[in-house]
């Protein structure tokens, strides 16, 4: 197919069609409108592919051509952007972040690998204007990328090849107690706003998981099976779960226990602050595993560093854990259930 004289019309075109090169010599990965002069680079339908509460992710989908320089090298990145959120911080200040907090904490095959990617001044108005075409969360339904964001940032592809389903993304949460749990408590940091979101008649996909995160990192296999089995019903990546994964687990919550080692309730200094800034993005975090004929992959991603005013937040919903009982399954009566769920219960 000769592509060389193809100029997408993303504003009406959809999806949008837009020129992706990749990384070349000393020229930044970039997404754009019309075909660089500068660079090789594929013309590609891109698509909405998720979104979360500071990011849209979306997939590039290379358009067949014949010429090499209209070929992407290796496997293909998805792209992500900011959304035009004010306490969400820019894909300059995020990689930063990334690579200066977390990228040293954990083996490069563990991390989703991050690349900064240029956005020329169409692009983002393009993919705005497909969002409209999407079947959206609703509480997310108004939010959009800024007009005029110039970075994004390329992160890797953990979605499954076709024929091949076999993804699961896992939040392993809060891997040891809160700090200012009370020390009788029968919940665990997790499972105990799980109670509480439950009262109020919210579920998240995590809550709809029923498994305590304590049991991820159990020294008893058998909390260890029983997590993995609440989280997948594939036997390899169970027997994964809870023999392979476990060292990356423990380094999780080595790291969640370093940063964040007296909790939210007291008055702390901007040094303090941005460790438990970096302890509560650690618990935030996914795990993504996939089964494929090469193995098993298995790489945390959403690792944005929390910002420092979600700590006021933070204080308030450890105090309701604790003030309303949470923590000791001893909620109001109206409100009470028995915990069967956390293995604090259990022992």
Not at 115 to 132: F, I, Q, Y
Not at 321 to 338: F, M, R
Request: with cysteine; net charge neutral.
């Amino acid at each position: 197919m000769d592509l060389s004289n193809y100029t997408p019309t993303p504003q009406s075109a959809f999806p949008p069609r837009l020129w992706f090169a990749q990384k070349h010599e000393s020229l930044a990965a970039q997404v754009s409108i019309q075909r660089p002069v500068d660079r090789p680079a594929a013309p590609c339908v891109t698509l909405y592919l998720n979104e979360g509460g500071a990011n849209f992710v979306f997939k590039f989908s290379p358009q067949d051509c014949q010429d090499p320089s209209m070929q992407l090298q290796g496997p293909v990145p998805l792209l992500r952007i900011r959304k035009n959120l004010s306490h969400v911080q820019g894909a300059e200040q995020q990689l930063q972040a990334f690579n200066e907090h977390f990228r040293p904490l954990f083996p490069p095959q563990h991390l989703i690998e991050h690349e900064l990617v240029e956005l020329d001044e169409g692009a983002v108005p393009a993919l705005n204007a497909s969002l409209k075409r999407y079947k959206r969360p609703s509480n997310r339904s108004g939010d959009v990328m800024a007009e005029d964001e110039k970075y994004g940032l390329l992160v890797t592809d953990m979605s499954p090849l076709p024929r091949e389903a076999r993804l699961v993304q896992l939040k392993p949460k809060w891997l040891a107690q809160s700090p200012t749990a009370p020390r009788d408590a029968k919940r665990c940091r997790t499972c105990a706003l799980r109670a509480q979101r439950a009262a109020r008649g919210v579920r998240t996909a995590t809550d709809a998981q029923e498994s305590c995160p304590l049991a991820l990192v159990s020294e008893n296999v058998e909390d260890r099976r029983q997590a993995a089995a609440a989280a997948t019903q594939d036997k390899t990546l169970q027997v994964y779960i809870v023999r392979d994964a476990l060292p990356l687990f423990k380094t999780l919550r080595e790291k969640q226990q370093e940063f964040d080692a007296r909790g939210v309730l007291d008055d702390v200094d901007d040094a303090a602050t941005a460790d438990v800034c970096k302890a509560m993005t650690l618990r935030d975090c996914t795990l993504f595993l996939h089964s494929g004929p090469l193995g098993i992959e298995a790489r945390l991603g959403d690792l944005d560093m929390k910002q420092p005013e979600k700590l006021d937040k933070w204080r308030s919903v450890e105090r309701s854990l604790i003030d309303e009982g949470w923590y000791g399954n001893a909620e109001p009566g109206d409100a009470w259930t028995e915990e069967k769920v956390c293995l604090l219960s259990r022992r």
